[in-house]
C-alpha cells in the first residue's frame, strides 16, 4: 500500500503547478485519480477513504504521522529514524505497528514542521526545538548528531488541559495538599515545581495557575509555548527565538525576564529554566514580584535547589552563600512530581524553604508520599505565615482528617 501512495502522490503532485493549492482542490484531484485507479483494481469504499486519506496527509498533514497526531489517547510520539516509532499512551511506551521505510518522507515531514514556524534544520542546524501549530512541541535531531538517521520526539498537546478536580480524580494530589496550595497560590507564595522528565510538571503549573486571581496581569515566558492558563484576561505570553543563520538576532529566557519586569508585572511564570536564566528569575522573585511560578528538572526537592545554585552560578561570578540567600528569600515552597512504578504520575512532597540556617537552605516537608498511603501531611504546620496573614487575616492550619484550612490569628 506504501508503494502505491507514493506512486499515487507522484502522479498528484505533477499535475499540481504554481504555487500551490487549496484544500479543496486538492481533494478534487485526489478524487479524480482514486476514481480511475479504483475503478481499475475494484477499491471497497473503505480501501478508497483511506487512500483518500494518506494521499492528503502526504501534502497536507505530517504523513505517516497524522493518526497519531489525531488520537487524543498518544501524549508522545518518539521516531527512531526508519528503525521505529514509539508512543506514550496512558502510563505504557509501546512500539507502533507501522515506521517509517525510506528518509525521504520522514525527511520532509521533519522539513515541513520546520518550516510552518520559519525555523531551519539541516546539516549545518542539526538540532531545533519547535512547536505545532496546536501548541505540541517537537524536538528534532539529524545526522551528523544523529548518525542512524533522523530522531524526532513530539510531546502533544492537550487539547483540554487538566485541572486540579481532575488531577484529584487520577490520584495524582491530596485533597489537603490541593487545598493548601490553592490558598498559596492566591496569597502570593513563589512556588517552584520540580521532577524528571515526563513527570508532569506542566501539567501541574497549569492546574495550580487557576487560583491566580483574574484582576492580575501575568506574564509567561517560555522557549516554547505549552502553558495553558486559564481565566487570565491580562495575560502576556512570550517566546524565545533562536540565532538566525549568522548566529545573531537570538532572544533568551534571560532577555524575556528583563523585559517582563518593565511590563508591569503581578505574576512572572517562567515555563522552565535549565541555565544562567536562573538567576534572574530568583530577582524577579525578590524584587516584589509575589506569586511568581516556574518548573525545574530534578530527583528531589533539594537536589532542585542544588540545580539552582548551578544554574544561577552559570550566569554569573557570586559567592555560593549570595545565590543561597537569593534563593531562600525568593522561594516559599517547591512542590516535587514524579513517576510511580505503574507509571502514574504524582506529587512526591510539599516542601517549605524556611531561609537560611548554618550556611545551609532550611526546607521541611509539609505532605509527603508514603508507599501504603499515598500523599499524606507530615504534622509540621507551615510557618511562614506573614503572607497568610496579610492576604486573608489567618494562620495556615491541615488536620489529618479536616485538610486544610484558615484560623483566626
Known amino acids: 500500500m506504501k508503494q502505491e501512495v507514493k506512486r499515487l502522490r507522484k502522479e498528484i503532485a505533477g499535475s499540481i503547478t504554481g504555487t500551490g493549492i487549496s484544500d479543496a482542490e486538492l481533494y478534487e484531484r485526489i478524487d479524480g485519480v482514486l476514481t480511475v485507479w479504483g475503478r481499475e483494481r475494484r477499491l471497497s469504499l473503505k480501501e478508497k477513504a483511506d487512500f483518500r486519506k494518506q494521499l492528503f496527509d ?44 525510506e528518509r525521504e518522507p520522514l525527511d520532509d515531514v521533519i522539513q515541513v514542521m520546520a518550516a510552518s514556524v520559519n525555523r531551519i534544520v539541516n546539516t549545518a542546524s542539526p538540532i531545533a526545538d519547535l512547536r505545532l501549530a496546536d501548541g505540541s512541541r517537537v524536538n528534532i535531531v539529524l545526522p551528523p548528531v544523529a548518525p542512524e538517521g533522523p530522531v524526532m520526539t513530539i510531546r502533544k498537546f492537550f487539547r483540554d488541559p ?51 486571581p483574574p484582576e492580575e496581569r501575568v506574564i509567561t515566558i517560555e522557549d516554547s509555548l505549552e502553558l495553558q492558563l486559564q481565566g487570565l484576561p491580562n495575560l502576556v505570553r512570550m517566546e524565545t527565538r533562536t540565532a538566525n543563520l549568522e548566529g545573531e538576532n537570538r532572544i533568551s529566557i534571560r532577555d524575556l525576564i528583563r523585559t517582563a519586569l518593565r511590563m508591569r508585572p503581578n505574576r512572572i511564570i517562567v ?18 514580584h509575589r506569586g511568581s511560578l516556574s518548573t525545574g528538572h530534578a530527583n528531589s526537592a533539594a537536589n532542585m535547589l542544588s540545580r539552582l545554585e548551578t544554574m544561577a552560578l552559570m550566569g554569573r561570578e557570586l559567592p ?19 513517576r510511580l512504578p505503574d507509571g502514574r504520575r504524582c506529587v512526591l512532597s510539599v516542601d517549605e524553604i524556611l531561609g537560611m540556617e548554618g550556611g545551609e537552605i532550611r526546607i521541611e516537608s509539609i505532605f509527603r508520599y508514603e508507599r501504603e498511603t499515598g500523599l499524606v501531611f507530615t504534622g509540621r504546620q507551615p510557618e511562614n505565615t506573614q503572607k497568610w496573614e496579610e492576604v486573608f487575616g489567618a494562620l495556615p492550619r491541615i488536620d489529618r482528617q479536616e485538610g486544610f484550612y484558615l484560623s483566626e490569628a
Open 320 to 338: 555560593l552563600a549570595a545565590v543561597r540567600s537569593q534563593i531562600a528569600s525568593a522561594l516559599d515552597l517547591t512542590v516535587h512530581l514524579g
Open 58 to 101: 502526504s501534502f497536507r498533514g505530517m504523513d505517516l504521522l497524522q493518526p497519531l497526531l489525531e488520537d487524543d489517547s498518544v501524549t508522545e510520539i518518539m521516531v527512531n529514524g526508519t528503525q521505529g516509532i514509539y508512543i506514550e499512551r496512558g502510563s505504557e511506551i509501546l512500539r507502533w505497528d507501522r515506521r517509517f521505510t
Open 162 to 212: 487538566l485541572t486540579m478536580e481532575k488531577l484529584l480524580s487520577l490520584g495524582a494530589v491530596s485533597e489537603a495538599a490541593a487545598s493548601f496550595l490553592r490558598s498559596a497560590v492566591r496569597c502570593g507564595c513563589n512556588i517552584f515545581i520540580s521532577g524528571g522528565t515526563g513527570s508532569g510538571k506542566t501539567t501541574f503549573l497549569n492546574a495550580l495557575s487557576a487560583y491566580i
Open 271 to 288: 515555563g522552565e529554566v535549565r541555565g544562567e536564566e536562573a538567576l534572574d528569575m530568583l530577582q524577579a522573585m525578590n524584587t516584589g
